[in-house]
């Protein structure tokens, strides 16, 4: 049997947005900045997207910038609020410990500039404490930075709270919604985000294609020059094609919104029971302010990389954490945040299935996970010590 459980890392393009994709590709192909009937018919492609997107997360068109994907709308948000801060007289960013790298590596390059940055602490369950947050902000904070559902563990953050507070100590507030639009319902004006990323390959749109929601007023850093694409902040030809295979993935997606949380969401509590039967095994994230789709876990005594290969083997597609990082032998800085030690974290196992999955996939995954650690744990150096009281059991 196949399943891919790795949708967290990228998903499979629908049979609607690639219909869409290639049909642009070859009778709206022109470019979109020219006069001529067939370039024009490409713009009104554009703008068509932009406002489908816009009506479907609670926005104006003109709010929503198209980018090449979730990385280059979260750099573009952080630095465009950092410098819209230092102009203000304000240096201070504040984010948490388990945000994307680039999230977290934008924030390392503004603090060698000599930006103040606060990283707030997680719980064990991956969430933010609001009060930490509230203490935090001061009156030099240009920026709140705070994932909407964490791309590794799942865990969904009080976003609407965090809105909040941000409003009311008058602080932008950029969230990364790159995990958490199409999946679950998002509104930027209920939830007071000020900016906010997403990109199409999370949720059956094309690689490569993105956006940025920006509330109005917002003044935008020119990302790229040479231009008047994108209101001459993002120079360089749109991929419309893209921008509108991804329009059509993300109205896919929320037509049967509702009625694939409750599939997935079913599905992941069953197969988070069956793992939970392991020994020695637990949960990463929230087990109720999560993804549907997301499953986490630790087995103590076992390497990841040795259980995706033999997983691999078996027909399973899955991951130990962010595909961004996985050539990286240290263990995830998500599972450090949230408490586990590197030998447990080192353990860890990432499943992210789609709408697509069935229950016999998901008894599938829970029974060749069980076989595979077992196997693992037969020959493991730790584990022998482990069971001979040589070391103490974490899980």
Not at 8 to 35: C, D, R, W
Not at 198 to 219: C, D, Q, T
Request: net charge negative; aromatic share 6%; charged share 25%.
């Amino acid at each position: 049997m196949k399943v891919y459980a790795d949708n967290a890392a990228t998903t499979k393009i629908s049979e609607a947005a690639l219909e869409k994709f290639n049909t642009v590709s070859l009778e709206t192909y022109g470019n979109p900045s020219s006069l001529y009937s067939i370039g024009q018919d490409a713009k009104k492609v554009l703008e068509d997207s932009r406002a489908e997107i816009a009506e479907i997360i609670g926005a104006s068109p003109k709010e929503i910038f198209f980018s090449s994907g979730g990385s280059e709308s979260d750099n573009w948000a952080i630095n465009s609020a950092a410098e819209l801060g230092k102009k203000n007289g304000k240096n201070h960013i504040i984010s948490t410990k388990i945000e994307h790298h680039a999230v977290l590596h934008t924030l390392e390059r503004l603090e060698k500039q000599g930006f103040e940055i606060t990283l707030l602490d997680v719980d064990e369950k991956g969430l933010i404490n609001l009060d930490d947050l509230k203490e935090a902000i001061n009156d030099n904070t240009a920026l709140v930075s705070i994932m909407f559902a964490n791309n590794e563990i799942g865990t969904i953050e009080p976003i609407k709270e965090i809105g909040e507070i941000c409003k009311l100590k008058n602080v932008l507030f950029h969230t990364d919604a790159v995990q958490a639009i199409g999946h679950i319902p998002i509104n930027v004006e209920d939830y007071n985000i000020d900016l906010m990323s997403a990109s199409a390959h999370k949720f059956h749109g094309p690689r490569g294609v993105g956006f940025l929601y920006v509330r109005s007023g917002i003044n935008l850093t020119n990302l790229i020059e040479g231009g008047a694409q994108e209101r001459g902040k993002r120079a360089g030809t749109e991929n419309v094609a893209g921008i509108a295979a991804m329009a059509v993935a993300l109205e896919e997606r929320m037509q049967n919104l509702e009625t694939t949380q409750e599939k997935l969401s079913s599905l992941r509590d069953k197969l988070i029971k069956k793992l939970r039967m392991i020994p020695h095994s637990a949960l990463n994230g929230d087990e109720v302010c999560r993804l549907p789709g997301n499953v986490n876990f630790c087995f103590e005594g076992i390497e990841g990389e040795s259980l995706l290969l033999l997983l691999d083997e078996r027909g399973i597609s899955a991951s130990s954490g962010s595909a961004c990082t996985s050539g990286s032998l240290d263990p995830s800085h998500v599972l450090l945040a949230i408490g586990r030690i590197h030998d447990v974290a080192h353990g860890s196992l990432r499943l992210s299935f789609g709408e697509d999955v069935t229950e016999e996939q998901i008894d599938y995954i829970a029974e060749q996970v069980k076989e595979v650690v077992e196997y693992l744990r037969g020959f493991s150096p730790v584990w022998r010590d482990l069971m001979e009281g040589k070391r103490e059991f974490i899980l």
